[in-house]
């Protein structure tokens, strides 16, 4: 099992649109996990962390399921400006190492 | 606060040059990471470094050299150019962890474009 996988997507949604997105995770003993945005050729950007159960901020809510493994993150109402790469991120070991999902595309579309 | 800075933004190298890749940081992280992304593909950690002084491989160091001599800077060095490092590079940084499952956000710089021909 891959430490970290996800859907590639495309999702394309209409905006004002919820959608919601699933990452898995393989390491059971992880406590803290990332949510980053990655524009087309820009920089991975932190969008949100998990830590315990869930974490929300504005329209993105983002929950940990211990149990299955994985976590979620919602968008309500989407955006046109919400159209990125959305990554998954999972903790590796020492180091602060992070391991990155290769991510899930997410098109808004009017 | 400049955050993360990599120079240069674009570079084009000939097979078998060689060149370094710089990385400043300056919001006193003792962490710093390199990692290159293919298109399409996940970002990939080359080598990083939990202090000045200190710095261990990660998942593709061949090819690579590091160096930290200051906690500001983490320079990576592209010994003998090839095709197969063709590649989009980013450098980030972040604090240590806050306990053994506390990991901490890591902040990218803009990246550095990287073409091999």
């Known amino acids: 099992r891959k430490e970290v996988e996800q859907d590639p997507g495309p999702f394309n949604v209409p905006e004002g649109a919820t959608v919601a997105f699933n990452c898995t995770y393989s390491?059971?003993?992880?406590?803290?996990f990332f949510w980053y945005r990655q524009d087309c050729r820009k920089e991975p950007k932190l969008l949100m962390s998990?830590?315990?159960s869930g974490n929300e901020d504005g329209r993105f809510t983002a929950q940990l399921n211990r149990a299955s493994q994985y976590i979620s993150l919602l968008i309500r109402d989407s955006k046109l400006s919400d159209s990125a790469t959305y990554l998954c991120v999972s903790p590796t070991g020492g180091g602060n190492k992070l391991t990155f999902g290769t991510g899930t595309q997410l098109k808004v579309e009017l | 606060n400049a955050g993360v800075t990599q120079t240069p933004k674009f570079r084009i190298l000939k097979i078998g040059q060689s060149m370094t890749l710089q990385c400043a940081q300056d919001?006193?992280?003792?962490?710093m990471y390199w990692y290159r992304q293919d298109p399409g593909m996940g970002l990939k950690l080359i080598y990083y470094s939990v202090g000045a002084g200190i710095t261990d491989k990660g998942e593709v160091p061949n090819g690579y050299n590091v160096s930290r001599s200051t906690t500001e800077d983490f320079p990576l060095r592209l010994e003998l150019a090839a095709p197969s490092q063709t590649s989009v590079y980013f450098c980030?940084?972040?604090?240590?962890?806050?306990?053994?499952?506390?990991?901490?956000?890591?902040?990218f710089g803009d990246g550095t474009r990287l073409s091999i021909l």
């Open positions: 980030a940084s972040s604090y240590p962890r806050q306990g053994e499952h506390s990991n901490q956000p890591q902040h």
């Open positions: 390491n059971s003993a992880s406590q803290s």
């Open positions: 998990v830590y315990s």
């Open positions: 919001m006193n992280h003792n962490y």
